[in-house]
């Protein structure tokens, strides 16, 4: 997977600051993600979830709403409105610069926004709310001993989450003149609701209010003992793994690249995209990715080619180390294997025969952990060279090539 920073204009010609995470290969769908009030776009729930996203094949666009994170604009001059007007920026961007989002995803306040914006997003399909206020004045419990300040004077200075920021009188009186009850009642799209039951931020009673105002296909799920941001990372992995199975009941996506059905016997590695080096392999239903460092112009979603012929090698090694010591009854507790590839000067290698140029030189430190005599691990050692691995790359190799 990669992360590519955008940026694009918000409500009030601000600019927005945002990361668009990517599958290998095309996109099968986009993904439009919201955060929470006075959050950011690199809240880890939002990174986990976006990641997990991308690897099932949907490329996530998350922003920073104006005056937050990296965007520009005056915090205090948003409200609930201009959250939804920057959410349908970004739709617009989605859609002139890639495609219209299949899913749209809002955390906490965010969801709310979420929800009232998708009947402006026609093309969505599936809505998903992650400790979503049933109404978005639930968030002024958040500034509720500034609140006749803030009417006194127009405004006043709140910490929330241990900083400090702006809240005006007009956005006390914006998130008060919006419900969700027609937005939530219409959606017209599937929808998952996600909350926690331990929510002290957001109470769970919210998420049934927004479940009975919504028609099917709708679906719950709780999020068990996780706080209001999902904090822990297990909480963010659970919810981005629901979202990923529930997500493709209503968005066609491809766990697998379709031309990777290689046939019993077969490695297939093709590539995954024409204007990159990454490349997709399918081995009995396995699948891996090689690719190239930044500095060879690649992206390194995955192993260099060397480094899987290193790794072959390290788990030849390792596993037939393992087969002798089980076989042997070996007080062998644990394997590491370390293999590092470099091209050598032929007169460096003692046991070569070639005179000249360059020659490949793979070197292995195995680490075996145990009670093991001398004597057992030397013997291990030398069965280590035994490894079929070993033997193919330092015996005579022939490879055959036809173009079909």
Same mark, same amino acid.
């Given at each position: 997977?990669?992360?590519?920073?955008?940026?694009?204009?918000?409500?009030?010609?601000?600019?927005?600051?945002?990361?668009?995470?990517?599958?290998?290969?095309?996109?099968?769908?986009?993904?439009?993600?919201?955060?929470?009030?006075?959050?950011?776009?690199?809240?880890?729930?939002?990174?986990?979830?976006?990641?997990?996203?991308?690897?099932?094949?949907?490329?996530?666009?998350?922003?920073?709403?104006?005056?937050?994170?990296?965007?520009?604009?005056?915090?205090?001059?948003?409200?609930?409105?201009?959250?939804?007007?920057?959410?349908?920026?970004?739709?617009?961007?989605?859609?002139?610069?890639?495609?219209?989002?299949?899913?749209?995803?809002?955390?906490?306040?965010?969801?709310?926004?979420?929800?009232?914006?998708?009947?402006?997003?026609?093309?969505?399909?599936?809505?998903?709310?992650?400790?979503?206020?049933?109404?978005?004045?639930?968030?002024?419990?958040?500034?509720?001993?500034?609140?006749?300040?803030?009417?006194?004077?127009?405004?006043?200075?709140?910490?929330?989450?241990?900083?400090?920021?702006?809240?005006?009188?007009?956005?006390?009186?914006?998130?008060?003149?919006?419900?969700?009850?027609?937005?939530?009642?219409?959606?017209?799209?599937?929808?998952?609701?996600?909350?926690?039951?331990?929510?002290?931020?957001?109470?769970?009673?919210?998420?049934?209010?927004?479940?009975?105002?919504?028609?099917?296909?709708?679906?719950? +799920? &709780? #999020?068990?003992?996780?706080?209001?941001?999902?904090? $822990?990372?297990?909480?963010? *992995?659970? !919810?981005?793994?629901?979202?990923?199975?529930?997500?493709?009941?209503?968005?066609?996506?491809?766990?697998?690249?379709?031309?990777?059905?290689?046939?019993?016997?077969?490695?297939?590695?093709?590539?995954?995209?024409?204007?990159?080096?990454?490349?997709?392999?399918?081995?009995?239903?396995?699948?891996?990715?090689?690719?190239?460092?930044?500095?060879?112009?690649?992206?390194?979603?995955?192993?260099?080619?060397?480094?899987?012929?290193?790794?072959?090698?390290?788990?030849?090694?390792?596993?037939?180390?393992?087969?002798?010591?089980?076989?042997?009854?070996?007080?062998?507790?644990?394997?590491?294997?370390?293999?590092?590839?470099?091209?050598?000067?032929?007169?460096?290698?003692?046991?070569?025969?070639?005179?000249?140029?360059?020659?490949?030189?793979?070197?292995?430190? +195995? &680490? #075996?952990?145990?009670?093991?005599?001398?004597?057992? $691990?030397?013997?291990?050692? *030398?069965? !280590?060279?035994?490894?079929?691995?070993?033997?193919?790359?330092?015996?005579?190799?022939?490879?055959?090539?036809?173009?079909?």
């Amino acid at each position: 997977m990669k992360t590519e920073r955008l940026e694009f204009t918000g409500f009030d010609g601000s600019t927005l600051a945002a990361r668009l995470d990517l599958p290998v290969g095309k996109p099968a769908a986009y993904a439009l993600f919201a955060h929470c009030f006075t959050c950011s776009k690199d809240i880890p729930a939002a990174r986990r979830i976006a990641q997990r996203l991308a690897s099932l094949g949907i490329a996530v666009l998350r922003f920073d709403f104006t005056g937050l994170g990296h965007s520009g604009g005056e915090f205090a001059n948003t409200g609930f409105s201009s959250n939804i007007q920057d959410l349908l920026q970004a739709v617009e961007f989605l859609r002139d610069q890639y495609e219209a989002p299949q899913l749209l995803i809002g955390h906490s306040l965010g969801g709310a926004a979420i929800l009232a914006a998708a009947g402006s997003v026609p093309e969505a399909k599936a809505v998903v709310t992650i400790g979503a206020p049933a109404e978005p004045e639930h968030v002024l419990h958040n500034i509720s001993d500034h609140i006749d300040e803030i009417f006194i004077e127009g405004e006043a200075e709140v910490l929330l989450a241990g900083r400090p920021f702006t809240i005006k009188e007009q956005f006390i009186e914006d998130i008060c003149g919006t419900t969700l009850t027609d937005a939530v009642s219409s959606l017209k799209k599937a929808l998952l609701v996600m909350h926690a039951p331990l929510d002290e931020t957001v109470e769970l009673e919210n998420a049934a209010k927004l479940f009975q105002m919504a028609k099917h296909p709708k679906s719950f +799920i &709780t #999020l068990d003992s996780a706080d209001h941001l999902l904090s $822990r990372a297990e909480d963010a *992995e659970y !919810a981005a793994e629901m979202i990923s199975a529930w997500v493709q009941r209503y968005i066609d996506v491809t766990l697998l690249p379709k031309l990777m059905d290689a046939p019993e016997g077969i490695t297939r590695v093709s590539e995954a995209d024409a204007n990159s080096f990454t490349q997709d392999i399918s081995a009995a239903g396995h699948h891996l990715i090689a690719d190239e460092p930044a500095s060879y112009g690649g992206s390194y979603l995955g192993p260099t080619p060397y480094q899987l012929v290193a790794a072959g090698l390290g788990a030849c090694t390792s596993m037939t180390v393992r087969m002798y010591a089980r076989q042997k009854q070996l007080p062998l507790e644990h394997v590491q294997v370390d293999v590092s590839h470099n091209k050598v000067h032929a007169q460096d290698c003692e046991s070569c025969d070639q005179n000249g140029g360059k020659i490949d030189r793979f070197e292995r430190r +195995i &680490t #075996l952990t145990g009670d093991l005599t001398d004597e057992q $691990r030397t013997r291990l050692l *030398e069965i !280590a060279d035994r490894c079929p691995v070993h033997r193919t790359l330092e015996g005579e190799i022939e490879i055959k090539t036809e173009l079909v």
